[in-house]
Nanobody, 120 residues
Framework: QVQLVESGGGLVQPGGSLRLSCAVSGSIFSINAMGWYRQAPGRERELVALGPSGGSTNNADSVKGRFTISRDNAKNTVYLQMNSLKPEDTAVYYC??????????????WGQGTLVTVSS
């Protein structure tokens, strides 16, 4: 069974940095895209950053210049480096992957979520 294993959330002061990691667990054929979404209390889940295997990325305007998504294709892992964090970045961050299974089918997979709290 394919799963996403996340790590790296926590409490950080405004202006600080955190790095989230997410690894694909289980047998797959390939990864079409990996990225991060977030959901703040009382708000809908929103895209943070998404990176296809071709290298180009799609970042939300609210995080451009502060957050960087990167991939280690050999490890089937995606990272989110978050700098200059603001209180409004507080949310549960969810890893997302669009994978191709060994049966040649596309499947969307979500991580369990990791809480990021930005507060003094």
């Amino acid at each position: 069974q394919v799963q996403l294993v996340e790590s790296g959330g926590g409490l950080v002061q405004p202006g600080g940095s955190l790095r989230l990691s997410c690894a694909v667990s289980g047998s797959i054929f390939s990864i079409n895209a990996m990225g991060w979404y977030r959901q703040a209390p009382g708000r809908e889940r929103e895209l943070v950053a998404l990176g296809p295997s071709g290298g180009s990325t799609n970042n939300a305007d609210s995080v451009k210049g502060r957050f960087t998504i990167s991939r280690d294709n050999a490890k089937n892992t995606v990272y989110l480096q978050m700098n200059s964090l603001k209180p409004e970045d507080t949310a549960v961050y969810y890893c997302y992957a669009l994978v191709v299974t060994n049966a040649s089918r596309y499947r969307e997979v979500w991580g369990q979520g990791t809480l990021v709290t930005v507060s003094s």
